[in-house]
Nanobody, 116 residues
Framework: QVQLVESGGGLVQAGGSLRLSCAAS????????MGWYRQAPGKQRELVAHITAGGSTNYTDSVKGRFTISGDNAKKSVYLQMNSLKPEDTAVYYC??????????WGQGTQVTVSS
């Protein structure tokens, strides 16, 4: 059984930094994309960033230049370095792994709270 476990969330002041980690246990074959999503209260879950197995990255506009995604396919891990955090970054952050045959795995979420 595959499980994704996130860590690294917490409370930080505006302008501060956090680094999120997500590691998968169990067997995942043909890993294709690893990503981070977030969901703020009363809002829909949105893509923050993703990285492909080949290393290509994509970011939502609001985090470009502040967040950096990286991944380690061999360790089945993905990371999100978040700098210059803003109160509007407050949300529950989820990692997601997708395989080439369309399987999706989600983590349980980690809370990030940015105080002004």
């Amino acid at each position: 059984q595959v499980q994704l476990v996130e860590s690294g969330g917490g409370l930080v002041q505006a302008g501060g930094s956090l680094r999120l980690s997500c590691a998968a246990s169990g067997n995942i074959f043909r890993l294709n994309i690893m990503g981070w999503y977030r969901q703020a209260p009363g809002k829909q879950r949105e893509l923050v960033a993703h990285i492909t197995a080949g290393g290509s990255t994509n970011y939502t506009d609001s985090v470009k230049g502040r967040f950096t995604i990286s991944g380690d396919n061999a360790k089945k891990s993905v990371y999100l370095q978040m700098n210059s955090l803003k109160p509007e970054d407050t949300a529950v952050y989820y990692c997601r792994f997708r395989t080439t045959n369309g399987l999706n795995y989600w983590g349980q979420g980690t809370q990030v709270t940015v105080s002004s």
